[in-house]
């Protein structure tokens, strides 16, 4: 028997933009990704834009007796910018209630609430004006921050900011998954920037309306693994590390920017703009804890014709397929479940042992009605066999003294993807869009309610 510390936090994540539905009803505004589908519904699959989430709007009470049914002591999920604040400067009362009595419920289930502030969706009034492209969105960013925490404090004791920020500077500035859907390096490190800011500036309100509870940011780590010690070879796994991990890591924990990316962005004429007393915020305002979503490795090796100065992070370091890879089709990822270890193991030596909990790790696979039993319920062994594997090596990392305190799955319902849609699940409920958002526990939840109550596996 694998056993976890006393009180560990066994739950599941989500976000309002995948869950909630309704994206532009009960006083809501739009997002890019709301404005994104108006403009190009056919980058969506299937058609299936943000109002095709999974109903928890409607839904959540219902979800939250479901949480209880397969064991969840905490959950994670965000509000919605453009729910609680559409315009960006006047509260939408009927979010207030909405998300205050989501809350409580949660509460009265016993299931203790992290609730985050920005999973990806930008006001589009903001966006307007150039998003996290403009200094301006760390002060709205800020006053929305202040106004959650005051609006729900009583409520939430663990609140994070964002949700993978590097995912929104790269996809939206590099690689064409969100929108603005453009390529250019110099702005993608500025919008890093200001996104690291606005983290910083809302930690520095929490501090003063909340002290008592807590706050940190969730990261996707790993430290990136080189295809050989060719000194090509580590020098871009080194890139690597400074860019996708270091770049939030090292502010938000250590309290200050790696030098070695700043050299690394001089060196390519890539420094953002910047203020005098920045240096001094990010070393006021550190994190509690730290988020980690773990899904796969990151595999490096040197780029064979980099441009100078670099144009893309792919001049810095290129993408390398492992021989000896397994792999989900359903993503086309690796599954490489020591990383995770590996992962625990560098908060623990150089992140001064913060305390940190896995805040994603799951199995997207495609068409799982294919494994539907005579008794209806999804057959999702793969999906089981996944966690088992990755909390074996979380496990590992605890013994050796890694301050893990949970493990949270991506997802608890079936949710909306972006631009992938429903394409791939990753539930523990299934959701069937067509007949009302009816939710149907796999065998998941099952072994996962038997997890809960044993501890351990």
Same mark, same amino acid.
């Given at each position: ?27 809501? %505004?739009?997002? *890019?990704?709301?404005? /994104?589908?108006?403009?190009? #519904? $056919?980058?969506?699959?299937? +058609? @299936? ?24 002591? %905490?959950?994670? *999920?965000?509000?919605? /910018?453009?729910?609680?604040? #559409? $315009?960006?400067?006047?509260? +939408? @009362? ?364």
């Amino acid at each position: 028997m694998i056993k976890f510390p006393e009180h560990f936090m066994w739950g599941a994540a989500t976000s309002a933009p995948q869950s909630e539905g309704y994206s532009l009803s009960y006083g809501k %505004s739009a997002s *890019t990704w709301d404005k /994104w589908f108006e403009m190009q #519904p $056919d980058k969506f699959n299937s +058609n @299936q834009g943000p109002d095709t989430a999974s109903d928890t709007y409607r839904l959540y009470r219902e979800d939250v007796e479901n949480m209880q049914k397969i064991g969840l002591n %905490s959950f994670r *999920t965000s509000i919605a /910018w453009t729910r609680l604040i #559409p $315009d960006g400067k006047h509260v +939408n @009362q009927v979010a207030v209630d909405f998300y205050r009595d989501y809350f409580k419920c949660l509460r009265d289930a016993g299931i203790t609430p992290i609730i985050n502030l920005f999973h990806f969706d930008m006001p589009w009034w903001l966006m307007e004006k150039g998003g996290w492209e403009t200094r301006e969105s760390v002060e709205a960013f800020a006053c929305y921050a202040k106004t959650a925490f005051e609006l729900f404090g009583d409520l939430v004791d663990r609140w994070t900011t964002f949700n993978e920020p590097i995912v929104h500077i790269e996809c939206g500035y590099l690689t064409g998954y969100h929108y603005p859907d453009i390529v250019d390096f110099k702005k993608a490190v500025q919008v890093g920037y200001h996104t690291l800011m606005a983290h910083t500036a809302a930690v520095a309100e929490f501090k003063k309306v909340k002290p008592d509870g807590q706050i940190g940011i969730i990261l996707n780590i790993t430290p990136a693994y080189a295809k050989s010690d060719a000194p090509e070879d580590l020098a871009a796994k080194q890139n690597a590390d400074l860019l996708l991990a270091k770049s939030f890591l090292d502010p938000t924990v250590l309290g200050v920017i790696p030098g070695a990316l700043v050299t690394l962005l001089k060196q390519h004429e890539l420094l953002p703009k910047t203020k005098k007393d920045d240096r001094q915020l990010i070393a006021d305002n550190c994190v509690d804890f730290i988020g980690v979503n773990y899904y796969q490795p990151l595999r490096v090796q040197a780029p064979e014709k980099p441009q100078f100065p670099a144009q893309t992070p792919g001049d810095l370091y290129a993408n390398y397929i492992w021989p000896e890879r397994k792999i989900n089709p359903y993503r086309g990822w690796e599954i490489y479940p020591e990383a995770l270890y590996d992962v625990a193991m560098m908060m623990k030596n150089e992140y001064r042992n913060i305390p940190w909990y896995v805040s994603e790790n799951g199995m997207g696979v495609a068409d799982e009605e294919r494994f539907m039993g005579e008794d209806g319920q999804i057959q999702d062994d793969y999906r089981i066999e996944f966690m088992q594997a990755h909390l074996t090596q979380l496990h590992r990392a605890i013994e050796a003294g890694s301050s893990c305190f949970g493990y949270h799955t991506w997802t608890f319902n079936d949710c909306w993807s972006w631009l992938n849609g429903y394409r791939n699940r990753y539930g523990f409920y299934r959701v069937d869009l067509a007949h009302g958002a009816k939710r149907a526990m796999k065998k998941s939840g099952r072994w996962y309610r038997e997890l809960s109550a044993n501890n351990g596996f």
